[in-house]
């Protein structure tokens, strides 16, 4: 019965049985068959009968869908849709009503399923009418959440985090991110420090640390909620702290490390397990237990604790760990810690702290807020994703757009663009102003942009595009994409393949101009062995890039329209003429054709975003790159008149949350 009763906790995580009752629980946990499916298992594909439910024990497993046939992009890859692992479910909509997986699911390591087949519980609903009224209550509430686009109830989720950097800049992490993760999730969070500076950050507050020792055994406050929530101290704001003894706390865990972890998910949304740089097994034990393993160092930590970084390393499945280095834009990572990811970091934080008291980071902290809520949005799986389209001076619009989402304090995760959308996304993840974006654009009159032009030869191209990558090696430097604030990623075209090329490595400014380089115009830019061009021609609207960088939250930015909407140049000779002769010219002839075959394109690989913005760009032509102005203003208007749904996606701007959200103290 013991079982049981750990398998109805599990049920309750699943939407399915969200209300069912402890008996009718028992029934089904009663049912539940628990297998082993070894490493790269296909457990079902795309299209196979449904009928089973399938609850992650342990390990991982990877949800693909195939590419929808109408998507251009080049790939024949399938789409990566998510990675579940302990708690998540997969097949139940199969279950209920046995239509085929709409997906496919691998298993990525071994993994432990909890199975429950859909005769087994067709016919529990069967025999217990009060669980099947339920179920078709908690059904058609299910339906009606997916047609208003509401978020599904997501599983608990527990972080450890290996902070290999001082105590003061610990505690400004450990505090800002457990506050930032309640405020952008809206969902219970408990945050855990683990020696270090735990008793400095208790006496900040106002609260006593954790005393383990008074508890013998077999009493264990770790895995029981009562006592745990005896010693958590609820701050304002709503977050729930918890400060111990790295000592007291390993001698206590060490004995149920997955019960511990469990214990949090039980009573908690999030958690936050902020442990020291000193490796140990029960720590690793724990590690395991947790959805993933940041690993933070930075330019203040010792060469122990980068050590100590290492043989964690070693111990722990790489898949589950991701490394991030917190430093000042001028300070190189050593050569044994590659992080995954890179913050910029300010000393004076930490010290601030010291001569304050204060765990917060200060409102003029302006980098530390975006950089804390970006860490946020991820571990929370509300990464916003801005896909910048292609369109030459249309591209303008994509400046527009930055400045509504800074002003309303929604800031881009991941960005993926093509051509112009390239440039601004590059100069916008290099850390580049706003204000000092919209003044390069504005500064393209027709005489600067004339400059830019180097005509050649025209074997393969008009312009040689010298000028142009000279221009943006003046003001991307010679940063690579490793070097940029956020994950970003350019789009260009195979001119031989034809295939969709996606550029996130190696020199930005050379990426950049491979994307922009519009055929007939420029010549191919020559790059990792590939002529490439413009990647307008085979994705003007890189919403699937995005995704595949790992974005939840999707908003595309559209250039492209009908042909029929495009204006085209005023040839004033041809009012002239006879009605006869007033045929399509051949330069019409090809603007038509190329507005048409990209917006069909765009218009597909825009729908797969959540937000699409489109701005009214009727009365100007893609090559007015001397208008930069009124254009930004057609991205701004654009923005704002989408804000409210923007806004829907994101709990940050909800009214209402699980935890009463007041004001720091």
Known sequence: MNSNLNWIRFLRKIW????????????????????????????????????????????????????????????????????????????????????PYPYSAVT????????????????????????????????????????REMPIEKPAKVFSIIAAIPDPDQIILGANLGVSLLEQTRKKVLLIMVGGGYDLFARSLGFSPADLSKF??????????????????????????ICVDEKGFFEK??????????????????????????????????????????EISGAQSTPIQIQACARLNSLVSPK??????????????????????????????????????????????????????????????????????????????????????????????????????????????????????????????????????????????LFRGTRVLKFLREHLGDKN??????????????????????????NVAEAVRASISLPFFFQPHYMNGRYLVDGGLVNPVPTSVVINLGANILVSANLTARAVERRLPKLGWRKRLPSILKFPALDEIMLKTMYTMQYEIAIRQAELAHVVLQPHASNYLWWDLDKAREVIRLGEVCTEENLQKIKSFFPYFSKFCRVNLEKKK
Not at 56 to 75: D, F, T, Y
């Open 253 to 294: 865990a060490q004995e149920y490390p997955r019960l511990f972890v469990q214990t949090i998910k039980e009573n908690y949304d999030f958690g936050l397990l902020v442990l020291p740089p000193s490796v140990n097994q029960t720590m690793v034990s724990i590690i395991k237990e947790t959805e993933r393993c940041l």
């Open 481 to 506: 994409f490793s070097d940029l604030s956020l994950p970003m990623a350019c789009v260009a075209t195979d001119i031989e393949t034809g295939k969709e090329i996606t550029l996130m490595e190696g």
């Open 16 to 99: 399915i049985f969200s209300s069912f009752s402890d008996e009718q629980l028992a029934l089904i946990s009663a049912k539940l068959k628990q297998i082993s499916i070894p490493k790269g298992a296909i457990l079902f594909k795309e299209g196979d009968p449904g009928g089973s439910l399938y609850i992650v024990l342990s390990g991982i497993v990877r949800v693909v869908a195939e590419p929808s046939p109408h998507l251009s992009n080049g790939s024949q890859s399938p789409f990566r849709l998510a990675h579940l692992d302990r708690g998540n479910s997969m097949g139940e909509m199969s279950l209920l009503t046995g239509d």
């Open 216 to 241: 013998k055994k077999p009493e264990n406050p770790l895995i029981d909620p009562a006592k745990l929530e005896s010693f958590t101290f609820r701050h304002s704001s709503g977050l729930d702290i």
């Open 320 to 461: 589950q760990i991701e490394r991030l280095w917190l430093s000042t834009s001028t300070h190189p990572f050593p050569s044994q810690f590659i992080p995954d990811l890179k913050l910029k970091w300010d000393i004076d934080w930490g010290q601030g702290f010291l001569n304050s008291a204060v765990p917060w980071l200060p409102p003029e902290a302006t980098m530390g807020h975006k950089i804390i809520g970006r860490l946020a949005r991820n571990l929370g799986g509300l990464l916003f994703g801005f896909a910048m389209g292609s369109g030459a001076a249309f591209g303008y619009a994509c400046i527009g757009m930055l400045r509504v989402f800074e002003r309303e304090g929604i800031y881009p995760d991941v960005l993926a663009g093509t051509s112009m959308g390239a440039i601004i996304g590059a100069l916008y993840a290099a850390d580049m102003p706003i204000d000092e974006i919209e003044k390069i654009a504005e500064q393209m009159t027709k005489k600067e942009v004339s400059k830019l032009m180097d005509l050649t030869i025209p074997r393969s191209g």
């Open 108 to 147: 990525e390591t071994t993994v432990e399923f909890l199975v429950l087949e859909k005769a087994d519980f067709d016919h529990l609903c069967h025999k217990n009418v009060l669980m099947a009224e339920n179920l078709a209550k908690i059904l058609a509430n299910r339906i009606s959440m997916i047609n």
